[in-house]
């Protein structure tokens, strides 16, 4: 399963983005999970969302990101409200437990 995120960009401090994740395969039985890198930082875990809809968040992100599926289109969004510059990284979604399955990543960067 080949994974294509999309969505990002230039946002200011307080503004909203809704990331998308189409995956070319079926993901209804997958957890999938959103994750960011930030400049000179690790790969962190954001937020994840099991086959069943069961969702946990990082807590640098709860309250403020949601993360859903749409398991007909395959397809798995993170929607971002009140975004902050330190979550300025690139978002990667992924299937949680498959190595290699990582998407190219998108973009957001969150500045005045």
């Known amino acids: 399963v080949q994974l294509v995120e999309s969505g990002g960009g230039l946002v200011q401090p307080g503004g909203s983005l809704r990331l998308s994740c189409a995956a070319s395969?079926?993901?209804?039985?997958?957890?999938m999970g959103w994750y960011r890198q930030a400049p000179g930082k690790q790969r962190e875990v954001v937020a994840t969302?099991?086959?069943?809809?069961?969702?946990n968040y990082s807590d640098s992100v709860k309250g403020r990101f949601t993360i859903s599926r749409d398991n007909a289109k395959n397809t798995v969004f993170l929607q971002m409200n009140s975004l902050k510059p330190e979550d300025t990284a690139v978002y990667y979604c992924k299937i949680v437990g498959v190595a290699n399955s990582w998407g190219q990543g998108t973009q957001v960067a969150v500045s005045s």
């Open positions: 969302i099991t086959s069943n809809g069961r969702t």
């Open positions: 395969g079926s993901i209804l039985f997958y957890s």
